[in-house]
C-alpha cells in the first residue's frame, strides 16, 4: 500500500471558498481546494505554504490543522490529507497547476463537478452550516 502525505488549505473571504479547477491529471478538469504532496523534509505546515504559493498566490494559513483524513486514490494508492484553513494575503491568481481559479459559496459548489476529497472536506468542515 501507497501512503502520501498530502496537505491542503480551505480558502475563505467574505462567504466564499477559493477552488481551482484541476489543469492537470489526476481529476484534470475537476474543481478542488488548493493542495498537494508534502515533500520529503517538509513539515506538513510548511508544505501547504508551498502549495498555496505555487497553486494560488499569497494565502495566510492558520497553524492548527482542520482537518486530518484518509482517502482513496487508486487502488493500494492512499493520501493522507493535512487540511488547514485560511484567508488571502495579497494577490490570489491561477498558478501553473490550475486552469483557474475562482471563488464560490456552498450553494453554488452544490452544482458543480468537484473532485470527491473535496467535496468530503467540505461535508465535514461546513456540513451543519448548510
Known amino acids: 500500500m ?3 502525505d498530502t496537505a491542503s488549505a480551505v480558502i475563505e ?5 477559493l477552488l481551482v479547477k484541476r489543469a492537470n491529471k489526476p481529476n484534470k478538469g475537476y474543481w478542488a481546494i488548493p493542495g498537494g504532496h508534502v515533500d520529503e523534509g517538509e513539515s506538513i505546515y510548511q508544505a501547504a505554504m508551498r502549495e498555496m504559493k505555487e497553486e494560488v498566490g ?5 497553524k492548527k490543522l482542520a482537518l486530518i483524513f484518509i482517502h482513496d486514490v487508486g487502488i493500494g494508492h492512499c493520501h493522507k490529507c493535512h487540511v ?7 494577490k490570489v491568481r491561477a498558478g501553473s497547476d490550475a486552469a ?6 456552498l450553494e453554488q459548489m452544490k452544482k458543480m463537478n468537484m473532485t470527491q476529497y473535496t467535496v468530503r472536506i467540505f461535508n465535514e468542515l461546513y456540513l451543519k452550516k448548510v
Open 100 to 105: 483557474k481559479i475562482g471563488w464560490f459559496t
Open 2 to 4: 501507497i501512503l502520501h
Open 84 to 90: 488547514f484553513l485560511g484567508k488571502p494575503a495579497g
Open 58 to 62: 499569497d494565502i495566510k494559513l492558520d
Open 13 to 17: 473571504k467574505n462567504g466564499k471558498f
